[in-house]
C-alpha cells in the first residue's frame, strides 16, 4: 500500500483556482495495482479512510482481487497487443478517460476476455429489433453537411437566419435550436443564436454579445455583428415564421444578408407558426435530403431485424427526427468551450491514479434524476404530488442485471439535486439512501471497493461499485435556490459549465443511460448516448436508454 496526496481545494473562490490547484486535502490511500498494459481486472481504487483497522480490512480485498484477477491480467495484456504497432495506440486509448470506453465497445481482444461482456450484448441484442442504425459514413457526410452550413469559408456568401431563444433552461435552448440548425442546414443556411433582450436568466455571467447558445457552444464561425443593419424585413415585420422560411423561395434570402425569426416554439403563445405547414415543409426537406444521401451512397441506414436495406417509406417519422437530432445533439456537445472540457478532465482526475489512468471499469451505467423545478413537467409529480424515489432508478439497474447475467462496475449520475445524488449512490450498493458520499467525490468504504463482475451480495464490499459524479462543483446549488432562473447571476456561469461538463463526461464513458424523457436533459442525454452507439430507438425501453417515464418526443 502507498499514500499519495490527492484532491483538490474544494474551498477555493474561483472556477479557476479550483482547477489549477488539484493539491493536498487529505492523504489519500491508493491500493497497487499491478503494472499491466491495462489496469482494468486488477482494478485500483482511491479510498478516503481514518480508521487503520480499515486500511488492513482494504490490503486485505486488494490482495485477494489481485491474485484472482493476475491471470485475466496477463491474458489480456497478451490479446491486447493485436498487430504491431497497436499496441501504443490501444494502451493510449485506454488509458484515457475520453477514450477508455470506446475501445471497449471497440476492441475485441478486450471483450473476450471480460466477464460483462456476453451479459451486456446480451441486453443490447434484446433490445435492438426496430430500432435505426447508421454507419461511420453517414454520419460523416451529415455532419460535414453541417459543418458546411455552419462554418462557411465566407459568411457574406451566406444568408443567415437568426433565431432567438426563449426564456428558459439551457438544454430546452438547445433542443429548440436544434430544429432550426436542422432547417438551416436542409436549405443551406446558417443559423445563429440571439436572446430577446439579454436578460435570460440561463446567460447570466456571459458576455453581452454572446448572451446566447454562443456563450457555451461554438456552433458557427459567422456572428450577428457581421450583418448589422442588413436585416431583412419580411411580410409583416422585422421577423419571419419558420413555416414562412421553409417555404418561400430562396430568391428571398440572399447571400449577406440576415433574416430575424421567431422563437422556434411551434405552438406556443405569440409564435404564428401553422403545424400543418411546418410539419408539411419540415418532411418536404428531410425527404430531400434523404435521398440525396441514398443518391450519394455515403453511408448505410438500416432497420434492425429488417433484411433489405431500408427505404423511407419505412422509416416512420419519429425515428428519423430521433437520428438527426441525435446526431445534431452529439455535434453541439461536441462544440462546448475548452474552458468545459477542462472542468470535465478535473472531474475525472478525481477518478484516476497518479499517472492519470482511470480507476473506473467499463461498462458504466449513467443515471440523470432530474428534480428540484421539474415538478409541473414532470407525470409522475403531477400524479402523485412528489418526486420519484432514487431506488426507481437502482431497481430498473438491478432488473436489467439479474435478467441479462452481467453488472456495472461504475456508475455516473448526473442530478439537478445533491439529496438525490447522495442518496442514489447510497441505494446503488445497498445502503440505506441516507449516507454522504466524500467531498472529493473519491470512493468511500461506504460505497465503493473493488467493483465485482458478478451481481449478487451487495452488502460484500466487494461488490460495490465506483459511483461517480461532478465533485468540484457544489451539487446542493440548485436545491438550495430552488430552481435555475434563481441562481445568482455571479454563480450562474460556473454552474451551467460544470453542468455541461457532466453531459460531456456523460457522452464520453456512459454505455447505457437510465433517465426520464420528459426532462430535457433525460432527452438530451438518450441524444448523446445514442449519437455514440448509432443507434436510435424513441420508445421508452431502448437498446441504448431507458426513460422512466415518456418515449422520446423532438417537441
Not at 242 to 250: F, M, N, R, T
Not at 430 to 439: H, N
Amino acid at each position: 500500500m502507498k499514500i499519495r496526496g490527492f484532491c483538490a481545494c474544494v474551498g477555493a473562490e474561483t472556477l479557476l483556482w479550483r482547477m489549477l490547484t488539484l493539491c493536498a486535502l487529505s492523504a489519500v490511500i491508493t491500493l497497487q495495482c499491478y503494472d499491466s498494459i491495462f489496469s482494468y481486472l486488477g482494478y485500483s481504487g482511491s479510498f478516503t479512510v481514518s480508521n487503520p483497522e480499515v486500511n488492513v480490512k482494504l490490503e486485505q480485498i486488494s490482495k485477494v482481487a489481485g491474485e484472482q484477477s493476475r491471470v485475466q491480467h496477463d491474458q489480456l495484456k497478451v490479446l491486447a497487443m493485436g498487430k504491431p504497432g497497436d499496441e501504443k495506440d490501444s494502451e493510449n486509448r485506454w488509458n484515457s478517460w475520453k477514450t477508455r470506453a470506446a475501445e471497449w465497445r471497440s476492441n475485441p481482444q478486450i471483450q473476450s476476455v471480460d466477464p460483462n461482456w456476453p451479459g451486456r450484448e446480451r441486453m443490447h441484442k434484446s433490445l435492438k429489433n426496430g430500432s435505426l442504425w447508421w454507419d461511420e459514413d453517414f454520419e460523416t457526410h451529415f455532419l460535414s453537411e453541417l459543418e458546411r452550413s455552419q462554418f462557411p469559408t465566407d459568411c457574406k456568401k451566406r444568408h443567415v437566419f437568426s433565431h432567438r431563444s426563449h426564456n428558459a433552461g439551457l438544454l430546452s435552448n438547445v433542443h429548440v435550436f436544434t430544429v432550426p440548425l436542422l432547417i438551416g442546414m436542409l436549405r443551406g443556411y446558417t443559423v445563429l443564436d440571439t436572446t430577446r433582450n439579454g436578460k435570460n436568466p440561463t446567460y447570466y455571467g456571459c458576455p453581452p454579445e454572446s448572451s446566447n447558445l454562443g456563450c457555451y457552444f461554438n456552433f458557427s464561425s459567422c456572428s450577428i455583428e457581421e450583418f448589422y443593419g442588413n436585416e431583412t424585413t419580411y411580410k409583416s415585420g422585422n421577423l419571419v415564421t419558420w413555416d414562412y422560411a421553409l417555404i418561400e423561395d430562396g430568391d428571398s434570402f440572399p447571400p449577406g444578408n440576415i433574416t430575424l425569426l421567431e422563437p422556434f416554439r411551434k405552438g406556443r403563445a405569440g409564435v404564428c407558426i401553422d403545424p400543418i405547414m411546418y410539419e408539411d415543409a419540415l418532411s418536404y426537406y428531410k425527404v430531400k435530403f434523404w435521398h440525396k444521401l441514398k443518391r450519394k451512397g455515403s453511408g448505410m441506414v438500416g432497420i434492425y431485424g429488417e433484411k433489405d436495406r431500408c427505404t423511407n417509406s419505412r422509416i416512420e417519422p419519429s425515428r428519423l427526427d430521433f437520428l438527426m437530432i441525435s446526431m445534431l445533439s452529439g455535434w453541439m456537445l461536441s462544440k462546448t468551450s475548452e474552458r468545459v472540457k477542462m472542468i470535465a478532465d478535473s472531474i475525472m482526475a478525481g477518478y484516476s491514479d497518479e499517472s492519470g489512468r482511470p480507476l473506473w471499469r467499463p461498462p458504466v451505467l449513467g443515471i440523470h434524476a432530474r428534480q428540484t423545478d421539474k415538478a409541473r413537467e414532470d407525470p409522475f409529480w403531477n400524479k402523485n404530488k412528489k418526486y420519484r424515489d432514487v431506488s426507481d432508478f437502482a431497481d430498473k439497474m438491478r432488473e436489467m442485471e439479474k435478467e441479462h447475467g452481467f453488472r456495472w462496475p461504475s456508475v455516473f449520475l448526473i442530478s439537478d439535486s445533491g439529496t438525490a445524488i447522495e442518496s442514489l449512490a447510497s441505494v446503488i450498493n445497498g445502503g440505506r439512501g441516507d449516507e454522504t458520499l466524500s467531498k472529493a467525490g473519491l470512493a468511500t468504504v461506504s460505497n465503493s471497493t473493488f467493483p465485482s463482475h458478478n451481481a449478487g451480495n451487495e452488502s460484500s464490499s466487494s461488490t460495490k461499485r465506483l459511483i461517480m459524479y461532478d465533485w468540484l462543483s457544489d451539487s446542493h446549488l440548485l436545491e438550495n435556490y430552488g430552481a435555475h432562473n434563481r441562481v445568482p447571476e455571479e454563480l450562474k456561469r460556473e454552474s451551467q459549465e460544470h453542468f455541461i461538463a457532466t453531459l460531456y463526461i456523460f457522452s464520453r464513458i456512459c454505455d447505457y443511460s437510465i433517465v426520464t424523457y420528459s426532462s430535457n436533459v433525460g432527452r438530451f442525454l438518450g441524444e448523446v448516448t445514442a449519437s455514440q452507439h448509432r443507434l436510435v430507438n424513441p420508445g421508452a425501453m431502448g437498446p441504448v436508454t431507458m426513460s422512466l417515464d415518456n418515449g422520446w418526443s423532438r417537441d
